[in-house]
DNA sequence: TTGAAAGCGGTACCAT
DNA sequence: ATGGTACCGCTTTCAA
């Protein structure tokens, strides 16, 4: 009575092997597509491939894993999954790329933490992964662990300066020039002022100001004034409506991120002065933030999706050795004068 | 010269147990700590460990889960991970409950196509997953797909009414309750409007707003008008504005999520009418935007990183088959008037 | 106290 | 055109 002898449920391809009145190494080709470099006849293979279908035969890619040594996992060592949508976005954009290559993402968080991120990349590499990536949530430097030998190894909005990896990083510097671009094709090229400290002092963020200044500079603009404070609403609030205190009156405000851009918001809006009417808002970060005030935000966006597409994309190609940085795209808003005030969607307008 | 025979890089158990001259089984045994089962020589075993550390030996995890058949992987399979923070948190919430179990997750993204699902669902089985979570951004019904026998299975913030597997959902009922109480605490029992639809009829949702009735009905309260739209700012903000401008004047709108209490903001402002001092707002979800908001928003929030880390023990414990529901507790605010209006940090308050 | 040997489910070399 | 067999690295039964 017994079938074809496996006690477990699942069928193996020995079993179909047995059902088709073949060998498994037989099976094993036709099922693996590799058909031309055996020369099977066309009707062992139909035999193979409908006993395949009538167990409902699916491969152990656990077997598969241990012989071939590839598991088609790709190890995402994150600082904070939850933090925020931005860590969101590049696993989201890295998982659309390895499932196109047929691999899976395996995740694990550090919250930032030095002996968690050894014990993760341990435990990655243990399984085998194909591949590791490391995502940071804010653009930062970061020091990769030990043990990584033989693994390939790409970082996403982060970098080890001292590792031989290749790095996914925005285009900090093309996007202040693109703001830049965005003023001055708006007609915006006075009382321009700009809010939010520009962080990293590397060849990683930092050069946000320096792109807008210099391209500005190219058609002879200067910024009014340049007000410094933490990436976030209150001290934005606060250092805007102290400048505005003083008298300071602005046509149009660069904001280093869009915390920044919802606390000038309501700093402008303490006085009043109207958005886009008597001044313009432009931004940095593409965030859904910027989606829900009104107007709507401006601002030149983190490509996070693409960059984590990219990653996997380079993590994958073995000929790939290269860094890249990813373009910063203008996501319109309702924040700038004409001719970028074009709404996307029916909103209210104020008075 | 050879040393211990192994052509790759990575020293197996077979290379650990010839360093220490005894066989792999003792080599296993030690290394698993099962040094109790089997009567193992304390010489022996300081040599095994030494000649483990010595040759920096991992255990493959590919090979014990083909012998073990466990994996020790919990596959996650969500409608949108980069869908706002909400499946985020249930992702970090989870993650760190796989991680305390020694157990890592493996994440699949299905962008609501049930195609896509099932195809996740071989691949994870394939891969030979302990087990399976489905998590949805926003509570709903969902059907499950075929091939999950032999698979443990929880649904999270989602559920399948036709299928045998436990859930874990955010108790609605006992959130609106809260927020009645909330209101009852502060004194705010007249002129209560509510905003937005209570979507999900089920026995999902769609009983928030029957736990809100209820509870302020056990207080004699009753709810003055009841505003039907969908959860989005415009909608909202449409929806009270229409209210107010017939002459509607409320003491506490209730929103039934944070992005609607954003356009009761603005619908308010337009009065104006000062929150909280002439009218206080509740909300639901607990979500980032509320923080963002000032006065910052009061919210009976949905508690999505405990949900992820409750629904990874249940799973991994093979005695729970029972669904549960968590409670929702109120995250305080500036927005409801005393005694909810203490500030946990300095803002700028309005004139 | 310890080791030999048989797999777990595939893959791939080498015969036939 | 197809099948035998060794092996991937580890666990576990059984014997010594």
């Known amino acids: 009575m017994s079938r074809t002898g496996t006690r477990s449920g699942k069928p193996t391809l020995t079993d179909v ?12 080709y036709i099922l693996n597509g590799r058909t031309l470099e055996m020369r099977i006849s066309s009707d062992t293979e139909e035999r193979v491939q409908l006993a395949a279908q009538e167990l409902g035969y699916r491969p152990n890619r656990t077997a598969q894993s241990l012989r071939t040594a590839s598991t088609r996992i790709i190890g995402v060592v994150t600082d904070y999954v939850a933090g925020g949508m931005f860590s969101a976005r590049i696993l989201a954009g890295a998982n659309a790329a ?12 550090t919250d930032g933490d030095t002996r968690t991120t050894t014990e993760l990349v341990h435990e990655f590499v243990d399984r085998q992964v194909d591949g590791l990536l490391f995502v940071a949530r804010t653009t930062s430097s970061i020091r990769l662990p030990q043990g990584l030998a033989g693994t390939r190894v790409v970082t996403v909005n982060c970098i080890d300066t001292s590792s031989p990896y290749p790095s996914v990083l925005p ?16 007609g915006l090229t006075d009382g321009i002022v700009v809010v939010g400290e520009d962080t990293t002092t590397e060849a990683l963020a930092g050069v946000r100001v320096d792109g807008l200044v210099e ?11 340049r007000l410094e404070c933490p990436w ?4 934005a609030y606060g250092a805007l409506a102290g400048w505005l205190d003083r008298g300071g009156r602005p046509r149009a405000v660069v904001c280093l991120n869009d915390r920044v851009a919802w606390g000038v918001y309501h700093a402008l809006a303490d ?31 983190l490509p996070f999706f693409e960059m984590g597409q990219e990653a996997v994309r380079i993590l994958l190609d073995p000929a790939e050795k290269e860094s890249v940085v990813m373009d910063m795209p203008l996501l319109p808003g309702d924040s700038m004068a004409a001719p970028f005030a074009a709404p996307l969607s029916g909103v209210e307008r104020e008075g």
């Open 17 to 28: 092997a047995a059902r088709a009145g073949v060998s498994a190494t037989t099976a094993s």
């Open 98 to 109: 390895a499932r196109q290559q047929d691999h899976v993402l395996m995740i694990g968080e």
């Open 171 to 186: 285009d900090d510097r093309g996007g202040g020039r693109r703001a830049a671009e965005a003023l001055i094709g708006a």
């Open 215 to 225: 391209r500005l500079a190219e058609d002879g603009v200067r910024v009014a004034a």
């Open 232 to 235: 976030n609403l209150d001290d």
């Open 271 to 301: 006085v009043p002065l109207a958005v886009p009417g008597e001044v313009s808002v432009i931004s940095f970060d593409g965030s859904e933030l910027g989606r829900w005030m009104r107007p709507t935000l401006a601002s030149v966006a």
